[in-house]
């Protein structure tokens, strides 16, 4: 918070740590093609709700950082929030690392749960006629006003 730029906000030498591992990036991007993408094992969110439709309808692994009142994505069980500090609500990166650890692990119950949530999820976002019920839905209620 309070940074002009993504660089500025960054530790000192990050960005040389990852050179080669990955990248930062602090404008658009497509982010439904990243997400998809084969390599991409999970996705460290802060819990907007386009980000976790998109991370379900691509079988994305969510580690899930929400803001003050984002609980939503806990409460359905669709990935593993990053435990934090109770007096400071501050987290580490040992507390990130540790949710990564236990969703992507694929033995164990945790990580078993999340992905079952998630497949029940991606087939109703993907239902065939979801987003034409919303627009049917709106215009009768339109013409219930009229």
Same mark, same amino acid.
């Not at 591992?21 to 982010?31: D, E, K, L, N, S």
């Not at 992905?115 to 627009?135: C, D, I, T, V």
């Given at each position: 918070? $309070?940074?002009?730029?993504?660089?500025?906000?960054? /530790?000192?030498? %990050?960005?040389?740590?990852?050179? *080669?591992? $990955? %990248?930062?990036?602090?404008? @658009?991007? /497509?982010?439904?093609?990243?997400?998809?993408?084969?390599?991409?094992?999970? +996705?460290?969110?802060?819990? *907007?709700? *386009?980000?976790?439709?998109?991370?379900?309808?691509?079988?994305?692994? =969510?580690? =899930?950082?929400?803001?003050?009142?984002?609980?939503?994505?806990?409460?359905?069980?669709?990935?593993?929030?990053?435990?934090?500090?109770?007096?400071?609500?501050? +987290?580490?990166?040992?507390?990130?690392?540790?949710?990564?650890?236990?969703?992507?692990?694929?033995? *164990?119950?945790?990580?078993?749960?999340?992905?079952?949530?998630?497949?029940? @999820?991606?087939? %109703?976002? =993907?239902?065939?006629?979801?987003?034409?019920?919303?627009?049917?839905? %709106?215009?009768?209620?339109?013409?219930?006003?009229?």
């Amino acid at each position: 918070m $309070g940074t002009q730029t993504i660089e500025s906000a960054l /530790p000192e030498g %990050f960005q040389e740590r990852v050179n *080669g591992r $990955g %990248f930062v990036y602090g404008g @658009w991007i /497509p982010q439904q093609l990243i997400l998809r993408h084969l390599s991409v094992g999970c +996705f460290v969110t802060h819990c *907007g709700s *386009g980000s976790l439709a998109e991370a379900m309808v691509n079988d994305c692994q =969510l580690v =899930l950082v929400p803001h003050v009142g984002d609980q939503m994505a806990g409460d359905l069980r669709i990935g593993v929030e990053v435990e934090k500090g109770e007096e400071d609500g501050l +987290f580490t990166k040992d507390d990130v690392n540790k949710a990564v650890k236990a969703l992507m692990d694929d033995d *164990g119950e945790l990580g078993k749960e999340i992905r079952a949530n998630q497949a029940k @999820w991606k087939e %109703f976002l =993907l239902a065939p006629g979801l987003e034409n019920s919303y627009m049917n839905d %709106f215009v009768i209620k339109l013409n219930t006003l009229v």
